[in-house]
């Protein structure tokens, strides 16, 4: 079986995500979001964010009262959106290990909890050559 090896990243892969991805991957994440029907204040988890690149566009959508959480587990691609300086408050990009953090702040002893609130999980998937 074969997969997609998180060892063999490199700036150079990274760097060329962010341009690829730019593409076709952006828009087809911009019509979804705006599908699911994403309103200002929402909470969004978008995994496999990347570079943040989709991140950032639902940031703007769910505006200063909605939050968005982008994670990924190769960390080169989470330097490149963290280092983009115009990110808005609402939006974080990080290492899948530190979503564990995140997530503690809608935990209850029943469970996760939204206080009446949707939360929309993004999952990206590889596209196939």
Same mark, same amino acid.
């Given at each position: 079986?074969?997969?997609?090896?998180?060892?063999?990243?490199?700036?150079?892969?990274?760097?060329?995500?962010?341009?690829?991805?730019?593409?076709?991957?952006?828009?087809?994440?911009?019509?979804?979001?705006?599908? &699911? @029907?994403?309103?200002?204040?929402?909470?969004?988890?978008? %995994?496999?964010?990347?570079? *943040?690149? #989709?991140? +950032?566009?639902?940031?703007?959508?769910?505006?200063?009262?909605?939050?968005? &959480? @982008?994670?990924?587990?190769?960390?080169?691609?989470?330097? %490149?959106?963290?280092?983009? *300086?115009? #990110?808005? +408050?609402?939006?974080?990009?990080?290492?899948?290990?530190?979503?564990?953090?995140?997530?503690?702040?809608?935990?209850?002893?029943?469970?996760?909890?939204?206080?009446?609130?949707?939360?929309?999980?993004?999952?990206?998937?590889?596209?196939?050559?």
């Amino acid at each position: 079986m074969s997969g997609l090896s998180l060892v063999f990243d490199t700036p150079q892969l990274a760097q060329d995500y962010e341009v690829r991805s730019a593409e076709r991957q952006f828009r087809h994440g911009q019509r979804l979001i705006a599908e &699911l @029907g994403v309103r200002a204040g929402e909470r969004v988890l978008d %995994i496999g964010s990347g570079t *943040g690149l #989709l991140a +950032e566009h639902v940031a703007g959508t769910v505006g200063p009262t909605g939050r968005v &959480l @982008g994670i990924d587990p190769l960390p080169l691609r989470v330097e %490149i959106a963290q280092r983009k *300086g115009h #990110l808005p +408050e609402s939006l974080r990009v990080q290492a899948v290990e530190d979503i564990k953090r995140e997530l503690e702040a809608f935990r209850t002893p029943e469970g996760i909890r939204l206080e009446g609130k949707r939360l929309f999980a993004i999952a990206h998937k590889p596209a196939s050559h």
